[in-house]
């Protein structure tokens, strides 16, 4: 496995309404920006409201951009605005089903509101850009903690087999 994550940047996309109107400080995308920064990435945040057009457009605009890992932080629960989920499954080529029931079984440990969570973890494909990793998680620092807890250490190993690492 090449160490490719010197060279990958991501995007941290905070979705959320109350944030975006001043409502509410952004906790958790700072902590999401500095845990991906530590694992070596260059690490951009982008904050927007709970649109689905909007988290679409910001995803795909970050893949455009060349970024290689987005968070999609935030709408991922059960409440009537939490577009995130479904708007990651729209995106996505396939998903990652192992990586969003690990993040619920570790949040679950600390709150069973985990279990009310609805991470999507999976890869985009397009023949206009390199292949990202893309994941609805949480916007609480404690749920981001624990999605990037768990996908931290497997980014090299997503990123070369999505290159096509062992499989030529």
């Known amino acids: 496995m090449a160490d490719t994550a010197r060279r990958l940047s991501a995007s941290v996309i905070v979705v959320s309404d109350e944030v975006v109107e ?15 920064q530590r694992r070596g990435l260059a690490t951009e945040r982008r904050v927007v409201p709970d649109d689905p057009a909007q988290v679409r ?20 629960g059960i409440g ?13 080529s396939f998903e990652i089903p192992g990586i969003a029931e690990e ?18 973890a999976g890869a985009v494909l397009r023949p206009d850009a390199p292949p990202a990793l893309v ?3 949480p916007g609480s620092r ?17 990123i070369d087999q999505l290159d096509g690492a062992g499989h030529r």
Do not use: F, M, N, Y
């Open 103 to 120: 993040i619920r079984r570790q949040g679950s440990g600390h709150t069973r509101l985990a279990l009310l969570s609805r991470e999507v």
């Open 22 to 36: 001043g409502l509410d400080d952004d906790r958790g995308g700072p902590v999401a920006v500095d845990l991906l």
């Open 80 to 92: 009537p605005r939490d577009h995130t989920s479904e708007v990651v499954r729209e995106l996505v």
């Open 57 to 76: 457009d910001a995803i795909t605009a970050a893949i455009d951009g060349g970024v290689r890992v987005v968070l999609a932080c935030g709408g991922t």
């Open 135 to 137: 994941l609805a998680v």
């Open 142 to 158: 404690g749920g981001i903690r624990d999605a990037i807890g768990v996908v931290g250490d497997l980014i090299d190993e997503i």
